[in-house]
């Protein structure tokens, strides 16, 4: 499963981001393997997305190796259940920003909310890359690529809120994102939990910017379904 991994860094964001990526090997695990790392406009944390093939494992994770590397303040979690992703439109803006976006709903709407986020028909500046049940101090949470804050927030304002069900959406721009994870498993991974094949007209693109961990630079070159590591 996906587990969104809150890491609340005790010094300046910018050497707290860089030492995630250089101590990223130490930080996982083969049960416990790092997809991306983003960071939220005015948020004093990073999030860094596992895909967790066992629960028990992420306890060594955050309990012992991030507190002792990289000298944290404290973590969060958030799982991310049931997650579908979206291919992207081909002839899409050049210049998109990425935002999340956090709905809240009642409980007797959530599946309903849930199935019409998947379900609606966006446009080419304003389109969603994934969604997910939250349950955390959200409901539901969707990653979305438009042109502009206003943009987002006017497709949110008249595709979103008005959905029965809804109490509350909050919009919130990623400064920058990075994949961890090789190109082959991350693309892999999409593809068993895409919302509908992509159409002549759309693609399988990955958006996030790359990096690797360190001395796997080869593993961007692997061909088979072998494990991660």
């Given at each position: ?74 973590t969060r979690t958030i799982t991310l259940l049931k997650p579908a992703f979206f291919p992207a439109p081909r002839n899409r803006p050049e ?135």
């Amino acid at each position: 499963m996906m587990i969104i991994v809150r890491i609340f860094p005790s010094g300046n964001l910018d050497e707290a981001w860089n030492r995630i990526l250089d101590h990223l090997e130490s930080i996982s695990s083969q049960h416990c393997i790092p997809l991306y790392l983003s960071q939220q406009e005015e948020k004093n944390f990073m999030s860094l997305v596992y895909d967790v093939v066992d629960t028990d494992f992420l306890y060594d994770i955050l309990v012992n190796r991030i507190p002792s590397v990289l000298q944290t303040e404290k973590t969060r979690t958030i799982t991310l259940l049931k997650p579908a992703f979206f291919p992207a439109p081909r002839n899409r803006p050049e210049n998109l920003e990425r935002y999340q976006v956090a709905l809240k709903a009642v409980s007797q709407e959530l599946k309903n909310v849930f199935n019409r986020v998947l379900d609606l028909r966006y446009p080419k500046d304003a389109f969603p890359t994934y969604v997910a049940y939250s349950f955390g101090e959200d409901d539901i949470l969707a990653s979305m690529l438009s042109t502009s804050r206003a943009r987002v927030n006017q497709f949110v304002k008249e595709n979103l809120e008005p959905l029965k069900g809804v109490t509350s959406v909050e919009v919130s721009l990623i400064n920058r994102s990075k994949r961890v994870a090789p190109a082959l498993m991350w693309k892999e991974y999409k593809e068993g939990k895409y919302v509908y094949k992509p159409s002549p007209e759309q693609e399988e693109s990955d958006f996030l910017g790359r990096t690797t961990l360190p001395d796997a630079r080869d593993r961007e070159l692997e061909t088979s379904n072998s494990s991660f590591w």
